[in-house]
């Protein structure tokens, strides 16, 4: 599996200088499409985006992402909660870690 990212310039940069190989350069046009096809890519198992372009999306794309399992969706940035990447994790191996 692999970690993929998707944002703008500015969300993606440091994320290319880690060495991370999916990088999708977005903005508003393609938002939606570049979504779509990273959730049907099978080595995709992690795909991080930024917050407010989580947002940008249709509710009913927010809801799949929201619920996918693979790939997990981590969101940085904006104002989302951090019991998020918690739900996450538990959704994703089973048990919550936390407790």
Avoid: Y
Avoid at 15 to 27: D, Q, Y
Avoid at 28 to 35: K, R, Y
Avoid at 75 to 98: A, H, P
């Amino acid at each position: 599996m692999e970690l993929a990212v998707v944002g703008d310039s500015e969300f993606i940069t440091g994320f290319r200088l880690a060495g991370i190989k999916k990088i999708f350069e977005v903005n508003d046009d393609n938002l939606e499409s570049t979504v779509n096809g990273t959730l049907k890519d099978s080595e995709i198992g992690i795909l991080v985006m930024h917050d407010d372009d989580i947002n940008k999306l249709p509710e009913i794309l927010r809801g799949t992402l929201n619920d996918s399992v693979e790939p997990t969706i981590v969101t940085l940035g904006g104002t989302g909660e951090s019991s998020n990447l918690r739900d996450k994790i538990k959704q994703s191996v089973g048990v919550d870690l936390w407790k």
